[in-house]
């Protein structure tokens, strides 16, 4: 009987020792389930915030776009009524030193007015192209600035 005894408390130990192990062995699973269920985590909320950065880009890199191209329309706009002013003026000009030398002095004085008139117009026009001009350069070098950004914030491609 005591034999009997001593196999059982033996056997039961052994159990109890079984048990004690799986739980072990399940903390350690647990927590290693748990580390890496954090790490996952963290790869998310890292790509989150890539994706938002690269989606605000996208966004600047497009509203630049549009500023590029209203800019250039305007730029566009400009040239042509400076082209269509320019070749009224060349018709103008064409039979001028015929008619100052024919001129009287009232005709004179009037000629001279309009050429003042018509240059300032001239630099006025000029003015605006050369600002026109400036900010449509500005605006290039914005567009290749965040074209740059764009280019460096998205990952490298291994293949390359």
């Known amino acids: 009987m005591a034999s009997l005894t001593l196999a059982f408390s033996f056997g039961a130990g052994w159990f109890v020792n079984g048990w004690r192990a799986d739980v072990k062995i399940a903390k ?41 191209a209203q800019a250039q329309h305007d730029l566009g706009r400009l040239l042509l009524d400076l082209r269509s002013t320019t070749a009224g003026l060349r018709g103008d000009f064409s039979g001028l030193p015929t008619r100052i030398a024919r001129a009287n002095r009232a005709a004179l004085t009037e000629y001279a007015s309009t050429c003042t008139a018509v240059f300032e117009a001239m630099a006025t026009g000029g003015q605006r192209l050369a600002e026109a001009g400036g900010e449509l350069a500005r605006k290039a070098e914005s567009h290749a600035a965040d074209a740059g950004l764009i280019q460096e914030a998205w990952p490298p491609n291994p293949d390359n």
Not at 50 to 55: E, L, P, R, T, Y
């Open 28 to 68: 350690l699973e647990l927590a290693q389930a748990s580390a890496e269920l954090q790490k996952t985590q963290q790869a998310v909320v890292d790509m989150v915030g890539f994706q938002k950065g690269f989606n605000d880009a996208l966004a600047n890199f497009q509203r630049t776009q549009q500023s590029n």
